[in-house]
Antibody, heavy 125, light 107 residues
Framework: EVQLLESGGGLVQPGGSLRLSCAAS????????MSWVRQAPGKGLEWVSF????????YYADSVKGRFTISRDNSKSTLYLQMNSLRAEDTAVYYC??????????????????WGQGTLVTVSS | DIQMTQSPSTLSASVGDRVTITCRAS??????LAWYQQKPGKAPKVLIH???SLESGVPSRFSGSGSGTEFTLTISSLQPDDFATYYC?????????FGQGTRLEIK
């Protein structure tokens, strides 16, 4: 059974930093690209960042570029999101999401077939 | 970036109704569109990928259609479990974008 378990959320002051983790199990983590998606309270879904299977390609939403860094450790089956210079507008539930099989994807970009349960990040003084 | 626009934002319907949600892309995304269902406090769940392919385990009352810039999600006969929020997502490019969501509520 595929499981994605996020951790690391919490309350942080504006300008602070936080590192989120997503522990994966039930599939070959090193074979799938991964993303982070967030959802502000009462709002819709916003894709945040993507990382390729090897970690060699990363992409970011404009809203977080230069402040957030996505990474992965395939030996630990874990995805990370380092968040710096946090702002009130970064307050959200952060989900990690697994790309579907390559068969269903286009040029490496894909939809998400599994999501974690999410971890809440609150940026407030 | 590709913008995704869903309509309506809210839809009121009754059990047994047939409902349709529309998603429009700001430029062509071929058929690289997915639909998700989200219930309060839960992660999204994929229903449809590649515009019209039903994800394994999803009831056949859900269907998707469209290509290019206009897409629809149809629920043929609403069940109590279907009242939720629905999102479209384009994956034509790595800069993935979601529609703003359609909340389906009980009339």
């Amino acid at each position: 059974e595929v499981q994605l378990l996020e951790s690391g959320g919490g309350l942080v002051q504006p300008g602070g930093s936080l590192r989120l983790s997503c522990a994966a199990s039930g599939f070959t983590f090193s074979s799938y690209a991964m993303s982070w998606v967030r959802q502000a309270p009462g709002k819709g879904l916003e894709w945040v960042s993507f990382i390729s299977v090897s970690g060699g390609k990363t992409y970011y939403a404009d809203s977080v570029k230069g402040r957030f860094t996505i990474s992965r450790d395939n030996s630990k089956s874990t995805l990370y999101l380092q968040m710096n210079s946090l702002r009130a507008e970064d307050t959200a539930v952060y989900y990690c999401a697994k790309d579907a099989d390559d068969l269903y994807c286009v040029g490496g970009s894909c939809y998400f077939d599994y999501w974690g349960q999410g971890t809440l990040v609150t940026v407030s003084s | 970036d590709i913008q995704m626009t869903q309509s309506p934002s809210t839809l009121s319907a009754s059990v047994g109704d047939r409902v349709t949600i529309t998603c429009r892309a700001s430029q062509s995304i071929s058929s690289w569109l997915a639909w998700y269902q989200q219930k309060p406090g839960k992660a999204p769940k994929v229903l449809i990928h590649k515009a019209s392919s039903l994800e394994s385990g999803v009831p056949s009352r859900f269907s998707g259609s469209g290509s290019g810039t206009e897409f629809t999600l149809t629920i043929s006969s609403l069940q109590p479990d279907d009242f939720a929020t629905y999102y479209c997502q384009q994956y034509n490019t790595y800069l993935y974008t979601f529609g703003q969501g359609t909340r389906l509520e009980i009339k």
